[in-house]
Every structure is written in C-alpha cells, then in structure tokens.
C-alpha cells in the first residue's frame, strides 16, 4: 500500500474457520469454508498493518461461537467479535461473552426472492428479548440486509435500543443505483445517527475488480453522510464470494484511495472501532 495507517487502525469485518476437525461446521450449511484458522487470520492483519481487528459469526457455524471465542481468547487486547444467538441466550451467558471480547450479536435478514439466502441466520425477532441486557453491557446490533428491504424493516430497528450497523454498504447490487429508496434510507439513517454502516465489501455489489469504480457512488454517498458512523473491513478470507476471490490489500488501498482526506480515514479506521467496539486507547 502506497500510504501509512493511522495509529490503532482496525479491520472490522473478519472471520476464522477451522480446523474443522476442531470446529466442525454447522449441518445444514450454505457452505463449506476452507479452513482459515487464528494463525492465518493474525497473519492477515499484520500484512495489512492493522493493529486490531473484529470477528464475525459466520452463518457456517450456525450458533456455535466456538472457534471465534477461542480466536479472541488468544489475542485479547488484540480482537473483538460479533456473536451470533438468539432467544437461547441467557444474561449470564452475554455477559461471559462480553468478558471473552464480544461486543455485538448479529442478525440476518438477508434474502432472496422473499427467502432466507443464508442457513442458521438469526432473524431480529429473536433477538429482540436481549436488547435490555445488550443495552447494559454497550453493545451493538449488527445487521446483514440487502438494502432493499431495509425501508419494511425500519419500524423493528426503531425499537432498538443499541447501534444498529448495517453490513457492506447494505450488500445491494450496484445496478439499483444510489437513489433506490432502501439505500437512501442507509444513508438517512447513517447520516442521523441512527445507524451504521461498514463501507466494506465493495466485490459483493457486484463491481468489477480490480478497482470496484461502480462501488464507488454508494461509498461517497456513506461518506459524506458521516463518517463519525462509518467503519470499514476487508471481509477475509472473503466466504462465498458472488465473483473473483478478492485480495484484502486491493480492498484497503481502494478504500484510501476513495477515502482522501486524512480525518476521515482516522476516523473509520481507527477512532469509530475504538469507540464502537470498547477498544482500549491505542
């Protein structure tokens, strides 16, 4: 990369797999991963330069956080997580998990054609009995949504007490535009204060590499909305991808690249995390 990150830069949007013979995936599954284990994940973060870094549940182990909370475990001043669970889960359990680094339970709402796209994702409906205990312990919601079905959504996020943050520059495809009414409502909502977004996953609105310019409308409207309620992630080792396998580093060069001035790119990828996530001061 051609500049310096800022001091405690993070790289929000991540996940571990594997060893499967240690952390077996979910049955059923939308897919299977290759292992992407801890030791290939820090390796990860110190090739981009990133001080910290946030796991995510991925729908591949279903409810069970293990391999995630066994990441976090190793490197504790180091990662954060975004667990997956529903109804199931108890006071005693968030807060254990809050101790392990877990900062935020994740919902998905993601569809197709009116259908679920990915197995064992948890619907905000069975999340919303925690919201008191999240609320407590400073939490966020994270939410996986195509943007066009967040307008039928926004009277549930209305009622949630904690930040909702909205995955992948709300993961639509460019070709709906910036003006389609579901991303305008992204942009609202970020631009209020009221939501988050993560301009991250540029390769999932179906742009075209190496440089993602049709992904770039939708990260100039985020950032000019606020970027005090931005925050970004490469989305390794890129689970699923709808088109080439992406390189993290590309991503994060193209990020800088759209993101030039200096205060802006130290808040998204430094002080938004801090503050998000309960990072301690770099």
């Given at each position: 990369?051609?500049?310096?990150?800022?001091r405690?830069?993070?790289?929000?949007?991540?996940?571990?797999?594997?060893?499967?013979?240690?952390?077996?995936?979910?049955?059923?599954r939308?897919?299977t991963?290759?292992d992407?284990?801890?030791e290939a994940?820090?390796?990860?973060?110190?090739?981009?330069?990133?001080?910290?870094g946030v796991?995510?549940?991925?729908s591949?182990?279903?409810?069970?956080?293990?391999?995630?909370?066994?990441?976090l475990a190793?490197?504790?001043?180091?990662?954060r997580?975004?667990?997956v669970?529903?109804?199931?889960?108890?006071r005693?359990?968030?807060?254990?998990?809050?101790?392990?680094?877990?900062?935020?339970?994740?919902?998905?709402?993601?569809?197709?054609?009116?259908?679920?796209?990915y197995s064992?994702?948890?619907?905000l409906?069975?999340?919303?009995?925690?919201?008191?205990?999240?609320?407590?312990?400073?939490?966020?919601?994270?939410?996986?949504?195509?943007?066009?079905?967040?307008?039928?959504?926004?009277?549930?996020?209305?009622?949630v007490?904690?930040p909702?943050?909205?995955?992948?520059m709300?993961?639509?495809?460019?070709?709906?535009?910036?003006?389609?009414p579901?991303f305008?409502?992204?942009?609202?909502?970020?631009?209020?204060?009221?939501?988050?977004?993560?301009?991250?996953?540029?390769?999932?609105?179906?742009?075209?590499?190496?440089?993602?310019?049709?992904?770039?409308?939708?990260?100039?409207?985020?950032?000019?909305?606020?970027?005090?309620?931005?925050?970004?992630?490469?989305?390794?080792?890129?689970?699923?991808?709808e088109?080439?396998?992406p390189?993290?580093v590309?991503?994060?060069?193209?990020?800088l690249?759209?993101?030039?001035?200096e205060?802006?790119?130290?808040?998204?990828?430094?002080?938004?995390?801090?503050?998000?996530?309960?990072?301690?001061?770099?």
């Amino acid at each position: 990369m051609s500049q310096t990150l800022p001091r405690g830069a993070c790289d929000c949007h991540c996940h571990v797999f594997g060893p499967a013979a240690r952390f077996p995936y979910a049955e059923p599954r939308s897919y299977t991963p290759d292992d992407a284990p801890f030791e290939a994940y820090i390796a990860h973060l110190d090739r981009l330069g990133c001080a910290r870094g946030v796991l995510i549940q991925p729908s591949a182990y279903g409810r069970d956080n293990a391999a995630m909370l066994d990441a976090l475990a190793r490197a504790p001043q180091r990662l954060r997580g975004v667990a997956v669970g529903g109804a199931e889960l108890t006071r005693e359990t968030l807060q254990q998990w809050h101790a392990a680094g877990i900062r935020g339970l994740r919902a998905n709402e993601f569809r197709r054609d009116g259908k679920p796209y990915y197995s064992n994702g948890v619907r905000l409906a069975d999340i919303e009995p925690l919201y008191g205990v999240m609320a407590e312990l400073g939490w966020h919601l994270q939410l996986w949504i195509d943007t066009r079905d967040l307008p039928e959504l926004e009277p549930a996020l209305a009622r949630v007490p904690v930040p909702v943050v909205v995955d992948h520059m709300g993961r639509m495809e460019h070709r709906h535009g910036t003006r389609h009414p579901g991303f305008q409502a992204l942009v609202r909502g970020v631009g209020e204060g009221r939501l988050w977004s993560k301009v991250s996953g540029t390769y999932r609105l179906g742009a075209t590499p190496p440089d993602y310019l049709e992904a770039k409308p939708f990260h100039d409207a985020l950032l000019a909305a606020n970027p005090a309620n931005l925050l970004w992630g490469s989305d390794w080792p890129h689970p699923r991808p709808e088109g080439p396998l992406p390189d993290a580093v590309r991503l994060l060069q193209v990020f800088l690249d759209w993101t030039p001035r200096e205060q802006d790119r130290r808040a998204i990828l430094s002080d938004n995390p801090a503050r998000l996530y309960d990072f301690p001061p770099p």
